[in-house]
């Protein structure tokens, strides 16, 4: 009876072991199944015009009487801000730096002959909200110099920025529009390799970046975001 009982018990034991190996064997296929992944890459992008603008007014004097310079740069500074108020710019939209003054006498790398001693600069810088109005004053600024304003041809100094402050608001939509492109993209993989598209396994969002759209319209931005997504992809 015993030799019975342990005989009967090694045959449910070897089926048992059998089964219990089957079942480990499609867990392991399944698991393995699922580890089937593509990943992909989505992009959204955006044309949008700039909505601030910084634009800074730099004008010279040079002379050798440096009392008149600063009376002559005063003179300039209200031309200035009469011609950036014609146009609708308002007190707290214009700010005004100190005047700095440069005595060529007192530069080591020249001995001041030659030329004026005295070179006055100053700087009005106008930041608003109207990208419109301020480009159009900047076609118009000829009008100045008719009136004996003198600019500093300085590029770098004078440069003009304008910004895109709303990116928040494009945010959602463009993160939406990235990876519905990318799951387009993971489904035409699965479709060429005659698979079922799953679900995500992970998902990242790249960094948002703002460009100018090209060097004559700096005004004009282009945002862009790509998104990485891996996809699940089954029998």
């Known amino acids: ?95 005004i730096n100190a005047p700095v003054a440069y005595d060529r006498l007192s530069n080591q790398y020249g ?20 990208v419109d109005k301020a480009r ?17 041809s300085d590029a770098y100094e004078n440069r003009v920025e304008y910004i895109y402050s709303k990116l928040n608001d494009l945010k959602p939509s463009m993160l939406k529009e990235a990876t519905l492109n990318a799951r387009v993209a993971a489904q035409t993989f699965a479709d060429d390799s005659k698979s079922k598209l799953g679900k995500i396994k992970s998902a990242s969002q790249g960094q948002f970046s703002i460009s100018e759209r090209d060097k004559n319209t700096p005004h004009m931005k282009s945002v862009r975001v790509v998104s990485t997504v891996v996809y699940y992809l089954n029998d």
Not at 111 to 130: A, D, M, W
Not at 138 to 145: A, R, S
């Open 1 to 95: 009876m015993q030799k019975s009982s342990a005989f009967i018990l090694g045959i449910f034991l070897f089926f048992g072991l059998i089964f219990l190996g089957k079942g480990v064997g499609n867990a392991l296929l399944s698991y393995k199944k699922l580890e089937r992944v593509v990943t992909v890459k989505g992009l959204s992008e955006k044309e949008v015009a700039a909505d601030v603008v910084i634009w800074p007014i730099q004008y010279t004097k040079a002379g050798d009487e440096l009392t008149m310079l600063y009376d002559e740069i005063e003179k300039d500074r209200g031309s200035v801000k009469r011609f950036l108020k014609s146009f609708g710019f308002k007190d707290e939209e214009i700010s």
């Open 136 to 152: 159009e004053a900047m076609v118009k600024i000829e009008e100045l110099g008719k009136q004996g304003v003198t600019f500093k």
């Open 111 to 130: 001995s001041g002959e030659g030329g004026y001693r005295y070179i006055l600069n100053q700087t009005i810088s106008v930041y608003s909200k109207n």
